[in-house]
């Protein structure tokens, strides 16, 4: 086992993931600390960019969690999540960026040991992977922040 | 009147023993068990038993060691699994029952002339010998152990099997290369540290 | 494929011969192709987890890999075969250290475990292929007027049953109708005979074998059907002894179901190996015959 | 210099929770690390934040430093988001200038490294600092509230929530599927421990829902579709057709005695089926509404086309009796929400070996409580489906309660009801009755005296589950008996009871749609499928639907006294809403930048609330704040970043994503 611990950001939807993670830990299961959770209202707010700026900061992976389809606090954002998943790994693809350093997920509230065991595995799978490996574009500047006016949209 | 003291100090406990038996498997539900004794009251045994599955359970999880494997009840599970399928939380007692023995034959608990225990030893040297295990060297060896009494005891039964042609008198089931299985066996038990009884 | 790979296990080659007599004779009868398991090994059956557990997986483990590497599905009738067999594939899935070391174990041996082949019981088989149904068309000699008691037994029915609801299947009962025979209410179809405690442990042996064999007769069954040569050698080599201890005089014979199907497909008894059963089952017949004449 | 050109000046309060998080993150070193980010002007250590002290600091903070932004490291948002924002109003902010992150579910409850823990509880922090630099002072929106409640579910939950309400002047609508309410309640004979007769103390609050002016009784209906939002929610509902006109019937029964059945052929579904009924029926002669019910399965007319139609002549000039009814979809329009859908018994043909279906004389409770109910089936006598009379009765408890291989959880009535049932059929039949527990679980005001009592009138108290009934005997006395076999676990040994009655006393389970009804009002669900409150401890009628409230056993099993006091702590709550008139709304809605809209009409079609419209002058888009529900869909989607969702911008969002990656 290597002392290397990958960093995994989590993109979490407040009413299903985040809740089910709340459940986790009041339920004190243990699971790997890799995953730095961030809270969005809900998974349709996830945005491919979020991805790339994460692996440009020192991200190794990214999990996005949202409801069960058909769940949806906002009748149908998981599935703009999906549609965008499934475009972004076709990218990753074209990358050459390992498919499972990004992973969808749909957590409901009531699933707590779903986010133990899905953390579990996602730190699993990228310690076996190995940090990311990924040019930087040369001259990009390490922003202490996004560029303003949405500049990473760009 | 004889008069006994019961009381059971901590110091006389094995706490680690709980630990041991449920790592095996099956057993990782023991700490969970409710003392409902669904599996005392499934079981077609226990009302043989010195103590019902149930007080196995409790017993074990608080380290009574040698109470546990001193016990007849161990012995006397006929591995029909009721038990296992009544759990409400989901303790497979019958995987519970293979580890006590094991441990018991390990360590040497309970009297020698269990024949459970023998027949489980004679089993085993028969499979290691042959790969297969023909019932009538493993029940004469059974028997053998046990001592001449059971062997006579048996020997009317035997009669008429070996006369319907159902206990080959002479031939021995064996595979075509016993040292195969043999190898495969005693591999293992290196990995373990050799456990064969 | 060359048909179910047979894996008669230890006591169909002695005291279950009949058994394995049986059933070759019916696949055979129904043109369900078996053919033995070749260099098959014990299973372990339950003597062998007292003893050492991980070592009891690994003799199963080996007859899994020679069916993966034949490529057909075993086909086990000896329900205690059936269990170890289908426990230990259900915990090498469970338990991946255990399966590395018999993985790595039997790869010494030039042996490769494989996942998932087909363990299989003959009632399951025969429900399937070629069907009652078609096994109905095929009866000669319907067993008619007979009261059967079902047996099951315990593995058959746990903890890996061979049906998805043991409690309200009626799988058995189904081939006994089959064979024309009347099924008789028996509320211990799945209790357990006793397995090795009687030559082990004597007296409760017997107590157990006394209550199975007590209630078949108290619901008027002239025969007890079983699936299982440990039930079948317990309730029949043990029924003088079980009985005789608790005044009862009558007898039962105890017929495995494939002899019973056997018999009503047409099949000379002697082919099912019905001449090796110490109480027989051919005096019902004869009264039956009568009875029916 | 962040969002509006201020310079930050940041408070960062890191929460020890007790020991709850200090004992697995060294505060102190998080709060060294948090005093040297840019723009922190302040970082405290304090003991619980969420305490009025701790509040106070970070008010008296906004004062002394002067600062601009906060963020609050503790337990997670969804608890104490709303206090911190309220404290830093009181501090003289806008509330939406406060960051709160989680550091206690997420990290100190589920981590056991505490090197781990505190790297990653610093991460966090990191994020909060970088990501509030951009928040911006936000003004909520408020949006009115109607006056008016649906409560759907017409047992004693939803009785008492309906008259709650009503008593307090609002407009109620009560929506029951069945063709009366009174729910399970309705069914019983006495309720436990007091031993009051059910029917006294239920019946008239059915009669209450029943006249009061505040409240429209909708019965044999059920909710069909739910739009709108807290304040104004928009009820499809819809209305079987009983083929009887509730305005004009007056409860005669006369139709029922004219029906061409002579005698009640069809199984009472009140009675579970240990009575028969007509046709036309009223479930029993306390229902509310007092009216019929046709039922068109088994209605020769409605079946066939074809009968004399005694009814309609018995009704003669009330008309009651319309066969042409057709199901009706009523619109309605309300503030709140209560539901109290209720729970449904175990079905025991699931745990086979208690012989349910298979043996005549194994009943559920709840049959037996229609049994020993002096308005049952039998009057209150304890007959047997064989005419007799049991002389020894078996009850056995935990069926499909605390057993994995059914139901894990523990159904919480049920031990005290069976010690009821004990001493009703002990009392009306003399039988001697055995009680199999696996605990007796009697907490409750009166309820362990009441245990005391019943094992004070000789019941067999023996603890143990249940293994089989069976009918196979061993001995003579279990002849002709069924015969239950246990272990006694208080002695150690097992024991088998002939006994001529066995009663299941059957665990709670969520009700079998309770997965649609969920989908229906946007709430979540448990895993065991109960419907899920916003807190367990501190919120346990709300949901995560605002204004959307939960009472009774749908929310988990419970005994009358919890339904009712739950029941109206869900009106309460929903009063108090209502009583606002307005609720503030969370800003955290989208926002179109014009200058950047390119007018690609993208989000247009993203939006599910139809909130977003083309300014055809304008050519870009627009929001509707009021329609829009604040997902962010649009804004993750939007190419040229013209849309924002507040609270959640992309300056907010990647910059968390980039401090927590420390």
């Known amino acids: ?36 959770i961030i809270r969005v209202m809900c998974s349709g707010r996830f945005d491919p960019q979020m991805v790339f700026w994460a692996f440009k900061h020192g991200a190794d992976g990214v999990l996005i969690a949202g409801c069960h389809p058909g769940d949806c606090h906002y009748q149908e954002g998981n599935y703009k999540a999906l549609r965008r998943y499934k475009l972004l790994q076709k990218l990753l693809d074209q990358l050459g960026i390992e498919r499972e350093r990004v992973r969808l997920e749909w957590i409901s509230a009531s699933e707590g040991e779903k986010v133990k065991q899905v953390i579990d595995e996602m730190t699993e799978t990228l310690r076996r992977l190995g940090p990311l490996k990924i040019q930087e574009a040369p001259g990009e500047e390490a922003a202490a922040a996004p560029a303003a006016g949405g500049g990473h949209h760009g | 009147m004889e008069i006994q003291r019961t009381i059971k100090y901590e110091a006389e406990l094995d706490r680690q023993f709980a630990y041991e038996i ?14 409902c004794g669904a599996c005392s009251a499934a079981c077609p045994v226990s009302i043989y038993m010195d103590l019902t ?18 016990s007849l009840t161990i012995w006397l599970c006929s591995s029909c699994y009721a038990c296992t399928v009544e759990c409400p939380v989901g303790i497979k007692v019958t995987d519970v029952m293979y580890a006590l023995k094991q441990r018991a034959i390990k360590e040497g608990y309970g009297p020698r002339k269990v024949l459970t225990r023998l027949l489980a030893q004679s089993f085993f040297q028969a499979v290691k010998e042959d790969g297969r295990a023909t019932e009538r060297k493993v029940m004469l060896r059974l028997y053998r152990r046990a001592g001449l009494d059971h062997l006579i005891r048996m020997a009317p039964l035997g009669l008429k099997l070996w006369r319907t042609g159902r206990l080959s008198a002479f031939g021995t089931e064996r595979i075509k290369n016993p040292a195969e299985v043999r190898t495969l066996l005693e591999c293992l038990e290196e990995q373990e540290g050799g456990k064969s009884p | 494929m060359s048909g179910y790979a047979y894996y008669p296990g230890c006591s169909l080659l002695g005291t279950g011969k009949s058994y394995d007599e049986s059933v070759r004779a019916v696949f055979e009868a129904l043109g369900v192709p078996l053919q033995e398991l070749e260099n098959w090994n014990c299973c372990g059956a339950t003597a062998y987890s007292s003893i050492d557990e991980c070592t009891a997986f690994a003799l199963a483990a080996r007859n899994l890999a020679l069916a993966h590497r034949r490529g057909d599905p075993i086909l086990a009738p000896c329900p205690n075969c059936y269990l170890v067999l289908t426990k230990t594939q259900r915990y090498l899935e469970q338990y991946p250290e255990i399966r590395q070391r018999i993985v790595q174990t039997l790869e010494r041996l030039g042996l490769n475990l494989g996942h998932d082949v087909p363990i299989r019981h003959p009632l399951q088989v025969l429900s399937e292929t070629p069907g009652l149904e078609a096994i109905r068309q095929k009866i000669q000699k319907p067993l008619k007027g007979l009261r059967v008691a079902p ?19 009626t799988i058995l009962e189904d081939f006994i109708r089959v064979t024309g025979a009347e099924v008789v209410p028996y509320a211990y179809r799945t209790r357990c005979c006793g397995g090795a405690l009687t030559g082990v442990v004597r007296e409760a042996g017997l107590r157990m074998v006394y209550i199975l064999l007590r209630e078949a007769l108290r619901q008027g069954a002239q025969a007890v059907v079983t699936t299982c040569p440990l039930c079948q050698f317990n309730l029949e080599a043990f029924q003088d002894q079980a009985l005789r201890k608790n005044g009862i005089q009558e007898r039962i014979p105890v017929l495995y179901f494939t002899q019973l199907l056997g018999l009503a497909l047409g099949l000379p008894p002697k082919k099912l190996g019905l001449h090796r059963h110490l109480i027989p089952f051919q005096p019902q017949r004869k009264a039956l015959q009568e009875a029916v004449a | 210099m962040k969002g509006n050109g201020e310079v930050p000046r940041i408070g960062v309060y890191v929460c020890d929770c007790g020991t709850n998080i200090a004992g697995k993150v060294r505060v102190a070193e998080v709060v060294e690390f948090a005093r040297d ?23 008296r903070d906004i004062q002394e430093y002067n600062l601009n932004r906060i963020v609050v490291a503790s337990c997670s948002p969804l608890l104490h988001e709303h206090t911190f924002r309220k404290a830093t109003a009181e501090g003289g902010l806008n509330p939406y200038l406060v960051h709160h992150v989680n550091i206690r579910e997420d990290v100190s409850w589920v981590h056991e490294d505490s090197d781990e823990a505190t790297r990653k509880a610093k991460a966090i922090v990191h994020g909060a600092v970088l990501r509030v630099a951009w928040q911006k002072p936000l003004e909520p929106q408020s949006v009115p509230v109607r006056d008016s409640a649906l409560v759907v579910g017409g047992g004693i939950a939803g009785i008492s929530a309906a008259l709650t309400l009503a008593e307090a002047g609002k407009q109620v609508y009560l929506v029951e599927r069945e063709p009366t309410i009174g729910g399970h309640m309705a069914k019983f004979d006495k309720t436990f421990p007091t031993l009051d007769c059910a029917a006294c103390i239920l019946t008239p609050k059915m009669t209450a829902v029943k006249d009061h002016p505040n409240i429209t009784l909708i019965t044999y209906a059920e909710v069909e579709e739910v739009d709108g939002y807290v304040g104004n929610f928009k009820v499809k509902v819809r209305k079987k057709p009983r083929y009887v006109h509730e305005d004009r019937c007056v409860g005669c029964l006369e139709c029922i005695e004219a029906c061409v059945f002579k005698e009640p052929r069809f199984p009472n579904e009140f009675d579970l089926g240990l009575s028969k009924r007509k046709p036309v029926y009223i479930p029993f002669p306390q229902a509310v509404p007092p009216v019929v019910t046709i039922d068109p399965d088994t209605c020769l007319y409605l079946r066939f086309g074809k009968c004399k139609k005694t009814c309609v002549e018995a009704c003669g000039d009330r008309n009651a009796i319309d066969f042409d009814m057709k199901p009706e979809t009523l619109e309605l329009e309300v503030g709140t929400i209560i539901l109290a859908t209720g729970f449904k018994t175990f079905d025991p043909t699931r745990t086979p070996k208690y012989g349910y279906g298979r043996f005549p004389e194994v009943y559920t409770s709840l049959e037996i409580e229609r049994l020993v109910n002096s308005s049952g089936p039998t009057g209150g006598e304890v007959v047997m489906r064989n005419g007799q009379k049991p002389k020894r009765v078996g009850i056995i408890h935990c069926v499909g309660s605390r057993d994995k ?5 523990c159904s919480k009535v049920c031990c005290m009801y069976s010690l009821k049932l004990a001493h009703l059929i002990h009392e009306r039949s003399g039988a001697e009755v055995y009680n199999f527990y696996i605990d007796m679980r009697t907490p409750g005001k009166g309820y362990e005296e009441f245990y005391n009592r019943l094992a004070k009138e000789g019941v067999h108290l023996i603890r143990g589950r249940v293994a089989e009934v069976t009918d196979a005997p061993l001995h003579p006395e279990e002849e002709g008996k069924l015969i239950i076999r246990v272990e006694d676990t208080n002695i150690g040994v097992v024991r088998r009871i002939p006994v001529d009655m066995v009663v299941l006393a059957v665990g709670l389970e969520p009700q079998p749609d309770a997965d649609e009804v969920r989908r229906l009002f946007n709430i979540s669900c448990s895993t065991e499928g109960w419907f899920l409150e916003r807190h367990p401890k501190l919120a346990p009628v709300e949901t995560f639907t605002d204004g959307v409230f939960v009472a009774g056993a749908c929310q ?3 005994d009358i006294p919890e339904t009712v006091a739950q029941a109206q702590a869900a009106a309460a709550n929903a009063l108090a809403l209502m009583d606002k008139g307005s609720v503030e709304m969370e800003p955290n809605v989208a926002r179109v930048n014009e200058e950047l809209c390119s007018g690609c009409h993208i989000c247009i079609g993203l939006c599910p609330y139809g909130a977003i419209s083309f300014n055809e002058e304008k050519k870009v888009a627009e929001v509707n704040e009021v329609l829009c529900k604040g997902c962010g ?4 989607a939007c190419p040229s970043g013209a849309l924002s969702q507040n609270l959640f911008s992309d300056h907010e969002v990647f910059s968390e994503i980039m401090g927590v990656l420390l």
Not at chain 1, 1 to 10: F, H, L, N, Q, R
Not at chain 1, 21 to 35: H, Q, T
Not at chain 2, 53 to 70: D, N, Q, W, Y
Not at chain 3, 151 to 169: F, H, K, Q, S
């Open chain 4, 633 to 636: 869909t649009c804004t993750a």
């Open chain 3, 151 to 169: 047996y099951y037994g315990c593995l058959l029915a746990r903890p890996y049953p061979i049906v998805e609801d043991p409690w309200n299947t």
């Open chain 1, 1 to 36: 086992m290597s002392a290397y611990e990958p960093k995994i950001v989590g993109i979490f939807c407040n009413w299903c993931a985040y809740t089910a993670a709340d459940l986790a830990g009041i339920s004190r299961m243990k699971y790997a600390p890799n995953v730095r």
């Open chain 4, 556 to 558: 988990g099993p419970k």
């Open chain 2, 53 to 70: 599955p149930r007080r196995v359970i409790a017993m074990t999880r608080e380290g009574f060691k040698h109470e546990v494997l001193s």
């Open chain 4, 37 to 59: 980010l840019p723009g922190v002007v302040v970082a405290r250590e304090y003991k619980y934040m969420c305490s009025d002290p701790g509040q106070d600091l970070i008010k």
């Open chain 4, 405 to 409: 291989n059914t139901n894990p959880w």
């Open chain 2, 22 to 35: 449920a790592q095996s498997p099956g057993a990782e539900t023991l700490f969970e068990c409710i003392q």
